[in-house]
Nanobody, 123 residues
Framework: QVQLVESGGGSVQAGGSLRLSCAAF????????MGWFRQAPGKEREGVAA????????TYADSVKGRFTVSQNYAKSTLYLQMNSLKPEDTAMYYC????????????????WGRGTQVTVSS
């Protein structure tokens, strides 16, 4: 079973940048969708970005397109989320998640989760 551990969250002013990392431990064979989700207080969890480890194709929520970039270092079994031009509405707990061999945009199917890392963007 894969275990996921996020890092890199913190506080930043609007317009700033952060990079989140997600280390994957266990069976990290190719074929997974690896994604980033976020949940703000009082809101539902939403899928933000994902990458297919088998080929590198990516998908993004409309709210982050052009500002966030998801990438992977396959050799290090690490997933990244580069977040630029951050806005106060990006404030949330960010979670790394994974699912094996499905459409990476099927956000409801992700079934392996990290514990999350907090991102706070002040105006």
């Amino acid at each position: 079973q894969v275990q996921l551990v996020e890092s890199g969250g913190g506080s930043v002013q609007a317009g700033g940048s952060l990079r989140l990392s997600c280390a994957a431990f266990g069976n990290t064979a190719s074929g997974y969708c690896m994604g980033w989700f976020r949940q703000a207080p009082g809101k539902e969890r939403e899928g933000v970005a994902a990458i297919y480890t088998g080929g590198g194709s990516t998908t993004y929520a409309d709210s982050v397109k052009g500002r966030f970039t998801v990438s992977q270092n396959y050799a290090k079994s690490t997933l990244y989320l580069q977040m630029n031009s951050l806005k106060p509405e990006d404030t949330a707990m960010y979670y790394c998640a994974a699912v094996y061999r499905v459409n990476c945009q099927a956000w409801s199917l992700y079934n392996i989760w990290g514990r999350g890392t907090q991102v706070t963007v002040s105006s």
